[in-house]
């Protein structure tokens, strides 16, 4: 039997193609709205405008980073509205009011902002709808961005418009959470890709009917930024010059010797002072709850050393600076504050320090990559944790331990983040070697899974070559404007 003759043709209008198919003597005319990229909506604007929303000093440092790479790989000019921090004012956003008005995190720690929080909320879905613009994206902070996409979604919906592609960069954690899988295709009506900075999230969100990219931890990016200033090794390391920060704060320059395998008695033996960096974390709520912990942790260890420094790394967050800027007046040791924003001068202090104390967050995985053996604490509302230890199923808390499933790094979580229960696990980071090597040798193992070019062939001349474009931003960024509107 012979089949009929079939032809085709396209007819395309303005926001829809009509294809005309002929089979024999019926002709079937299919409608469906046309694709559209991203390149093609700037074009026949002349520029390309982009809504991004971060609510963290971490994702600030992240969109800043997306925002330099749009505009480098865009062949048009970019104009950006949202909200954002310094390093994103930097590249050219005016914030629609300041990020620290959202940086809230937790469940009932919010209940005290709720009301601002639903005004911000309202204020930037409506600035969003006069922006107009081509491209939609948030930075972590999934409490406030998926509000604020869901209820952008919907006003589009209302108004019969073509929504713009939303993305969200920093997948949820649904891998830590009992059924957080299952709530991966609730994200479908408001999200159109997401960008995994861990290896495995892509596969899963995919597997969920969610596009999704893996472009790397966002932290790698420390590497290239720091290698114009010559702080870097060729593997995912920092080197920072410590002897540079003790010479600018006035700390002996024998000190160069004490993140290295020089023992702990030589040192003592010294009588140089020992520096501990300090990381309370980036919200003022974790910070006026953390600190003062910290504080007494310094003072159970300071008769243990001939002269104890810490060294407080202050987030660029206005709040956050004021309430530390008055609280180390009261600290039982001398205390140096580096200010956020330079992470050149962020890493020469690691080097310069022993060990490090920090809040879990984004910080962990810094410390790994600058080698510095560290402690991560932490502590939330009661109701908070209480909901934690419910709902969470993995026994970890911070992302090197997490990605290699080990506990490499000693943790000190809610009730057991107490003083007593740090200063040990400080001291013997100190002072047992094999501890600490334990650490360093982990942190390689731990960038190689993070690595976006793991999968790429060639020797370490050609990888090293592809950095610059295969930088998490830069493929966040080619994904934003190769995408397509549907």
Same mark, same amino acid.
């Given at each position: ?401 997490? +990605? ?6 000693? *943790?000190? /979580?809610?009730?057991?983040? &107490? !003083? @007593?229960?740090? #200063? ?31 999968? +790429? ?6 990888? *090293?070559? /592809?950095?610059?474009?295969? &930088? !998490? @931003?830069?493929? #966040? ?10």
């Amino acid at each position: 039997m012979q089949s009929e003759d079939v032809s085709e043709k396209c007819v395309e209008c303005k926001d829809w193609y009509e294809y005309e198919l002929l089979a024999g003597s019926e002709k079937v005319i299919i409608s469906f709205l046309r694709r559209e990229s991203v390149r093609d909506l700037a074009s026949k604007d002349g520029e390309l405008r982009v809504f991004i929303v971060a609510g963290e000093v971490s994702g600030d440092v992240i969109a800043s980073r997306l925002m330099s790479s749009l505009k480098m790989l865009s062949p048009f000019p970019v104009r950006f509205a949202g909200v954002g921090g310094l390093t994103m004012s930097q590249q050219g956003l005016n914030s629609l009011f300041p990020m620290e008005d959202i940086a809230v995190m937790g469940i009932w720690e919010l209940l005290p902002h709720l009301s601002m929080f639903r005004v911000k909320l309202k204020e930037t879905v409506e600035s969003a709808l006069t922006f107009r613009p081509h491209v939609v994206l948030t930075v972590d902070s999934k409490g406030f961005s998926f509000r604020f996409l869901k209820q952008l979604r919907a006003r589009y919906g209302v108004h019969r418009l073509a929504s713009p592609q939303h993305f969200h960069y920093v997948a949820p954690s649904f891998w830590a959470w009992r059924g957080g899988e299952s709530r991966l295709k609730g994200l479908l009506e408001f999200v159109d890709h997401v960008f995994c900075i861990l290896p495995f999230e892509a596969e899963v969100c995919r597997s969920n009917g969610l596009a999704a990219t893996f472009v790397g931890h966002p932290t790698l990016e420390d590497v290239l930024e720091l290698k114009i200033n010559k702080c870097v090794d060729k593997e995912w390391k920092v080197q920072g010059d410590g002897e540079e920060f003790r010479r600018n704060y006035g700390i002996s320059s024998v000190q160069a010797i004490e993140n290295t395998s020089v023992s702990f008695e030589i040192l003592q033996d010294m009588r140089e002072s020992t520096i501990i960096s300090v990381l309370p974390g980036s919200r003022l709520q974790e910070v006026t709850r953390m600190l003062s912990i910290f504080s007494r942790t310094m003072e159970l260890l300071k008769d243990a050393f001939s002269e104890l420094t810490a060294v407080i790394h202050v987030a660029p967050n206005k709040h956050v600076e004021e309430y530390i800027s008055n609280a180390v007046c009261q600290w039982p040791v001398p205390a140096i504050l580096v200010p956020g924003g330079s992470p050149c001068m962020k890493y020469n202090s690691f080097s310069a320090s022993r060990v490090a104390l920090c809040t879990s967050g984004t910080v962990a995985v810094e410390l790994q990559l600058a080698r510095l053996p560290c402690v991560v604490a932490y502590r939330a509302h009661l109701l908070t944790e209480w909901f934690i230890r419910y709902k969470a199923k993995i026994p970890y808390i911070s992302l090197p331990n997490i +990605v290699l499933d080990s506990p490499i790094i000693p *943790e000190a /979580l809610f009730e057991a983040c &107490t !003083p @007593s229960r740090l #200063a040990p696990l400080l001291m013997d980071l100190i002072q047992d070697e094999s501890l600490r090597q334990k650490q360093v040798s982990a942190a390689g193992k731990f960038f190689n899974l993070l690595d976006p070019l793991k999968r +790429v062939s060639g020797n370490s001349t050609e990888r *090293e070559s /592809l950095l610059l474009e295969y &930088t !998490p @931003s830069m493929i #966040a960024a080619s994904a934003v404007l190769n995408s397509e509107r549907i």
